[in-house]
């Protein structure tokens, strides 16, 4: 079917929010496949990226951000830097706040940092899965005294609630405009940020305390053999320390295994091929600091 210019809507939409507020997961959900990386640790999301949803009527461009902090390092500073330019020419906002915690003084900043932008803003409430009685209507009540909304959904990206909804309520916002992104484009991500990021967040399931903020990945060298069906990855996690290297690597090699097969599996799924993956462990002391490692390593503004 040949897009109709007349009637065709397209748009930006940033999802900002605290680190932890569900915005990868929203991103996932909505894609119907994992395309970005989740977990409980904050500053999971490093890279600003932008999900492309296709249809017959519109292009929906999500961009994804790192969750907006007050920074205590270089890494922490870059983030913020990628999250703000993010809402520079975005057709919509959309604010994330987690249902299960009450208004916070960082929720009130980021709803300052919005107000000066003049987009459309939408106030999502998420993880309405984990919601008691009456938290939701709390929530949306908190956010109205400090910014006025052009719309409102409750969603939970767990459960698949009123994904449909969201959807349909930014949509309505979007501009007429052309695809900016081919229709079979799914992410502007370069294969090898996705196959690192999908590393990174095994090393975050996997490991506890100060590792996972330490942690840095990099694929060194990709190769694909069609014949056989095979993708070869090898790439090099960095750490700041030698007791992190170990924590990684485990007893007897145990963990880094472990990290291995589990991204193995996950980019199987994606690459939809079979995947051989060589990790390799490095130390690479106090790179977070470094501003010039951070970009090499592609996240915040990135290379």
Same mark, same amino acid.
């Given at each position: ?7 065709? =809507?397209? *748009?930006?939409?940033?999802?900002? !929010? ?43 461009? &999500? ?11 270089? &890494?922490?500073?870059? &983030? ?25 003084? !960082?929720?009130? /900043? ?5 107000? =000066? ?16 009685? !009456? ?8 956010? =109205?005294?400090?910014?006025? /909304? ?9 459960? *698949? ?29 370069? $294969?090898?940020?996705? $196959? ?6 095994? $090393? ?24 056989? !069906? ?14 992190? =290297?170990?924590?990684?690597? *485990? ?35 106090? /790179? ?11 996240? *915040?503004?990135?290379?």
């Amino acid at each position: 079917m040949h897009d109709d210019p007349s009637q065709f =809507k397209s *748009g930006f939409v940033t999802l900002v !929010g605290r680190p932890n507020s569900g915005k990868s997961t929203l991103i996932n959900a909505i894609m119907g496949k994992k395309v970005a990386i989740t977990s409980h640790v904050p500053q999971t999301t490093r890279h600003r990226f932008r999900a492309v949803v296709n249809s017959d009527s519109y292009q929906l461009i &999500l961009v994804d951000t790192p969750g907006l902090h007050k920074p205590i390092d270089a &890494l922490g500073e870059e &983030l913020n830097r990628s999250t703000l330019k993010s809402l520079e020419s975005v057709d919509l906002i959309a604010m994330l706040l987690d249902v299960s915690k009450p208004l916070g003084k !960082g929720d009130i /900043w980021v709803m300052q940092l919005i107000a =000066k932008i003049s987009a459309h803003r939408i106030l999502v409430i998420s993880k309405a899965d984990l919601a008691k009685e !009456g938290q939701a209507e709390a929530q949306i009540e908190a956010a =109205k005294k400090h910014l006025d /909304w052009d719309g409102i959904v409750v969603l939970s990206s767990v459960s *698949g609630f009123n994904i449909d909804g969201f959807v349909d309520t930014v949509t309505a916002f979007l501009p007429a405009g052309p695809r900016w992104f081919p229709a079979d484009t799914s992410t502007d991500q370069p $294969i090898e940020v996705i $196959i690192a990021e999908f590393i990174r967040e095994k $090393i975050l399931l996997s490991t506890f305390e100060e590792v996972p903020h330490a942690v840095g990945v990099q694929v060194d060298e990709m190769q694909h053999d069609s014949k056989r !069906g095979l993708y070869s990855i090898y790439a090099t996690i960095y750490v700041e320390r030698d007791s992190q =290297k170990g924590i990684i690597i *485990g007893k007897q090699g145990e963990r880094i295994k472990v990290i291995g097969t589990q991204a193995r599996e996950d980019l199987e799924r994606f690459l939809a091929d079979r995947v051989y993956i060589d990790l390799r462990v490095k130390v690479r002391k106090g /790179w977070r600091k470094d501003a010039s490692q951070i970009r090499r390593f592609g996240y *915040g503004e990135g290379l």
